[in-house]
């Protein structure tokens, strides 16, 4: 599961200017749902990291194995939000005014819930093994803006290798497909394949 277009733009235009807090962590949110990265990379990103309209960055978790540059061009409203944070006291060196991790997964889900983000999406009980079905706003977390950037990529250009290449995922990623869902609409074009 991840979250649509439509979904992450209703997020990202949502007045919560009445809690500072809730709105920087919803704009770092909706940065990563542009970049696509891991949390702990996104932790670690500071202003060197933007090079040339592209944040580059070697991910932490594949260095040791294969380090290879991901490099990400940067859409206008994530360099938007870049600007935004500039200069702000609370970066501390980093590019975006990022707390731990916890924190940041809490806030996303009552970002979730303050948005109205409350669908129903059934996922996999890791305690019984069993499906059931959960509203998003309890479940939404870092990795859903990693999900919702690969997963939306992925249904405009249908090209794993393409999309891998800027979510870090190598070619032929068993990783990989986990991320992407392969969506209704897919699904609806690969039955009209049968013919009338």
Same mark, same amino acid.
């Given at each position: 599961y991840y979250i649509t277009i439509e979904e992450r733009d209703l997020i990202a235009n949502f007045d919560l200017s009445y809690n500072k807090s809730i709105e920087t962590q919803r704009d770092i949110f909706i940065f990563q749902c542009f970049i696509g990265c891991r949390v702990s990379d996104l932790m670690r990103l500071?202003?060197?990291?933007?090079?040339h309209g592209a944040v580059e960055y070697i991910?932490?978790?594949? =260095? &040791?194995?294969?380090p290879e540059v991901i490099r990400v061009p940067l859409h206008h409203r994530a360099l938007e939000l870049i600007e935004k944070y500039t200069g702000s006291n609370e970066l501390? &060196? =980093?590019l975006l005014p990022f707390i731990s991790p916890q924190k940041y997964n809490d806030a996303i889900k009552r970002i979730f819930t303050i948005? /109205?983000?409350?669908?129903?999406?059934?996922?996999?009980?890791?305690t019984t093994g069993q499906e059931e079905q959960r509203p998003l706003n309890e479940i939404a977390s870092s990795h859903l803006a990693r999900r919702t950037f690969v997963g939306n990529l992925y249904r405009q250009v249908k090209d794993p290798?393409?999309? /891998?290449k800027l979510s870090g995922h190598a070619e032929g990623s068993k990783a990989f497909a986990r991320y992407r869902d392969i969506d209704e609409e897919i699904k609806k074009d690969l039955i009209n394949l049968l013919g009338d």
């Open positions: 500071t202003p060197a990291n933007i090079i991910a932490t978790k594949t =260095k &040791g194995e294969r501390h &060196g =980093k948005c /109205g983000i409350t669908r129903m999406v059934t996922v996999l009980n890791p290798n393409l999309v /891998g």
